[in-house]
């Protein structure tokens, strides 16, 4: 009983001793907060002075000043910077309070369901160009902005918000502004995240990278566009370049690659080493391997589409980097609200600056190749080398938005190469000189249009034109070679997409394309002169279906591609191009889908394999006339399964492709069939396999592909015989870990040795009796280099310099191991009638190192 008694009045007597305290301070104004009218006639009987100020001006804001300010000067500092009011002393006892014209803002923008803050918002003073962004904490400060005015405040997914400056100054401090987020009810989306973030399987097969989300891959630092998509099954490069990426056994010529619409005959720097399109304004690439739209012609293989950001933004952003090959600058610049500005530039550092990785890739483009005679003893050359080499590319977006409905977008981008080198044979004491100068500049226009809730269109005009001028001069300036390849594309395509029904649309289009080529050779010893002109004229109309039931349980598409072809005064011919791609669900977690094709193209590059050494010059784009090469055809086929539960990804795919109409001109022999431009086909089965797992701060997967790819020639013998880009095997092991700011990856890529064709032995191997000697060959590609192996890694760290300016500092290491691959290898004739081996030996370890800054 006693213990409860004393409870009980210790209890009361800190109950009273509570009251007490509060009312002590809300009598004096300190902590707890009152009115500031109040507040300001409890200074004046506590400090015996007088405040001069109109009650309007001071009406509905209250104060808590800090208990810790106890001196007049002190409480009315603390008064003016919280509410932006300024007082003034008259004398020792009179005080004047006015409010100020104009103020300091300092807000905060949080979300008003879990109060999280939401950086990049923008917040405008409404009816003038005054803007900001809020920062990574989600604040900001405007300056010297007028009292009365209203600021407007958003971001994505959530509502515009308007408030009143004056409203804001009520708070005191910094201001706390919420915004409700934006709900629509979207339809179910069917997408599979694998390998690293930014990396979409989406419900059509199609993959979709996000670069703004990008995360790592083994042995990249940067998103580089072309090296990116080879870390999905199927898609390679055999000699290690973006400019010759190999889609299910096809060879680089048939990938259609776009950039905003446009279609590219250029898309590599430093002979394919680098990819030729900035990443840090391309918003979206996608890659198509089957069941491809109906809107999409050309590129037999595969299409691969890039697209910049077509949003305008509402505040002025960029970034600057440099690597050891290069740097670079890109920005987004509003000009109104109707209209922005993107740009990019970079240029390399190869021509004043020499690198580890700059020698690295020289040496992979020119140097790193064996030569052996044909006892396989290595031959020593004594060469000096002496290049000026440099690339630079620049792209630029004008953003229109005219109304609500309509959007124009302009489109500019320009691509270089420059090479001035020299090779000078101190045995022979014999001088090679080449130079080269290689460009792709467009210009295109997009008009996308919503005309109603139920039909939209988009309209694409683009010009394009690609240059190769190419010299070389052999031996002493006694013999000159001039080469010119020039491609020249207009198009014009329109597309519709019209809602019959929610879950059913219909889209139709129609596209003319204009593809005029020429190709210029000049030969001073001995004479030769040849010019080879050509236009290809293309009517395109096409219709698609697109149809998913409800919970997505079956998703469709079914259309057809008429091609009407006219190659003036040549040949003409219609095409019929039905396409699939049907997705469904099968179970739980497990989808099955089946895609199919049938596609086109005029459009080929042969391959000059004896002439040049330079490599790139090997390559020049042609017209197919029917005679000499004929239009290229594919068909193609495929079932896939995937399942995706609890962060398990698993994806298996088998298909079939046949493509007719190919060239031994175009398919780079290095044998017998190298100049005979036979015609034929070859066909691919193929299986590939993909297994994901992630984490909360890891990805790792295995990938493996199967390939059995054949040549079929009636007119070579043997009629079929295994494809140069056959390799049969390709596995590749990585992962990604991150922690905290820091993202790391290795990965090592396995695959089997490229087919190539050895000379007979013995006596057989030269044929003596025709002039030039020339190599008897054993069966075409029966024979095979060696298993390729390489290991990649490397490393991002993420930082702030200031609440605005963000960098990157990153580290790669190509083939950690400096293991030798072997990936190509062919054989020629000396002067004295020998038999020599040349092989192309892959990049050695290569380091490279990139320091970016973004706001």
Known sequence: MLKKLRSSHFGLLFGFFFLLYSSINAQEGQDTPIALVQ??????????????????????????????????????????????????????????????TLVTVRGKILDNFAENTIPGASVEVFDTEIAIATDTDGTFVLKDIPRNATLKVRSLGYITKYINVEELLKEGGVAKILLAQYYEQLKEVIVYQFLTTGLIRDKDASITLNTADFGILPGLIEPDILQTVQALPGIKSIDETVSDINVRGGTNDQNLILWNGIKMYQSGHFFGLISAFN???????????????????????????????????DYLTGGAGFNFISGDVYGQIPITEKIGLQFSARRSTTDFLNTPTYNKFFDRAFQDSEVTNENNISVNEDIIRDENFFFYDFTGKLLFDVNDQHQLRLNFISINNNLDYVETNLIDLETTNSVLEQTNLSFGGQLKSQWTDRLSSNLNIYYSRYNLDAQNLFGNQIQLLLQNNQVLENAIKLNTNYSLLENLKWNNGYQYIETGITNTTNLTQPPFDSE?????????????????????????????????????????????????????????????????????????????????????????????????????????????????????????EGFYKKVDGISTSTQGFQNQNQFNGEIGSYDVKGVEFLINKKGTNYSTWLTYTYNKNDYNFNAINPNSFPNNLDIRHTITFAGTYSYENLKLSLGVNYRSGKPFTEPQEGDFALDTSVFPTRINYESPNSSRLPDYLRVDASAIYKFNINQRIKATTGVSLLNMTNRKNSLNKYYRVTEDNQIEAVESISLGITPNVSFRVSF
């Not at 011919?573 to 469904?584: A, D, M, S």
């Not at 042609?622 to 995937?642: A, M, Y």
Request: glycine content about 6%; proline content about 4%.
């Open 39 to 100: 507040y300001i006639k409890n200074l004046e009987d506590k400090f015996n002075v007088k405040f001069s100020y109109i009650n309007e001006d001071l009406e509905d804001i209250d104060v808590a000043v800090p208990s810790n300010l106890v001196a007049l000067p002190d409480i009315l500092e603390y008064i003016e910077t919280q509410f932006q009011i300024k007082t003034e002393k008259l004398n020792d006892r009179y005080y004047t309070i006015t409010k100020s």
């Open 279 to 313: 990443p840090y304004l391309t918003d979206k690439i996608t890659v198509i391997k089957n069941g491809t739209p109906s809107a999409y012609g050309d590129g037999v293989s595969s299409v691969i589409q890039m697209e910049t950001s077509n949003e305008l933004s």
């Open 532 to 652: 080879i002109k050509g236009v290809i004229r293309i009517h395109a109309p096409h219709t698609e279906i697109d149809y998913s039931s409800p919970e997505n349980i079956f998703i469709g598409k079914a259309g057809v591609r008429f091609n009407y072809i006219e190659n003036l005064g040549t040949f003409s011919k219609f095409l019929v191009e039905p396409r699939l791609n049907l997705n469904f669900r099968l179970a739980n977690h497990l989808r099955g889908e089946v895609l199919g094709e049938f596609k086109s193209q005029t459009t080929n590059q042969i391959i000059d394999l004896e002439q040049n050494f330079l490599g790139i010059e090997k390559r020049r784009w042609i017209l197919s006339d029917d005679n000499t090469l004929p239009i290229t055809k594919s068909k193609q086929g495929s079932l896939g399964i995937n399942y995706d539960k609890n962060s398990i990804y698993i994806g298996v």
